[in-house]
């Protein structure tokens, strides 16, 4: 495998090259690696299962010390693929109170931020896509049973 990042890789089961693949992956192609499940009344209301992080939608932890804590994502590190979320924080030995950063696949939205309308918009398209893919099928299969 190359140094860089190159599309012509396939895959892999070494779990090193998975881990360099994934290191050396663009920003515009690590952005998609930062979804996140949709609380199920989100699920029905958008038609899917998850959604890219964005600051300011609120939070569920599902995994490891904060666990069921409920918060709004106050930073996203696209680099290292990390969120951090308000009043989730540890304690230096100094007293110093840092960010826990979480990986955003350990997190459950429970409310989008919908400042940004492309979002929603990408979002009613897909809704859109899958009612005419529907249609598309009741069509053919009446056409095909005529």
Known sequence: MK??????WKESKQPRKQRKYLHN????????????TLDKDLRKKYGMRNIEVR???????????FKKRVGK???VDLKNTKI??????NTRRDGNKVNVWIHPS???IKILNT???????KKETKI??????????????????T
Do not use: Y
């Open 3 to 8: 140094k860089d990042f190159t599309t012509a």
């Open 25 to 36: 992956l663009p920003l515009h192609l690590k952005q998609k690696l930062m979804a996140a």
């Open 55 to 65: 600051k300011g939608d609120e939070v569920c932890i599902m995994r490891g010390k």
């Open 73 to 75: 994502i106050v930073d």
């Open 84 to 89: 951090a979320i308000e009043n989730i924080q």
């Open 106 to 108: 350990k997190v459950k």
């Open 115 to 121: 400042e940004d309308k492309m979002r929603l918009n």
């Open 128 to 145: 859109g896509e899958k009612e005419n893919a529907q249609d598309k099928k009741w069509i053919t299969s009446k056409l095909a049973t």
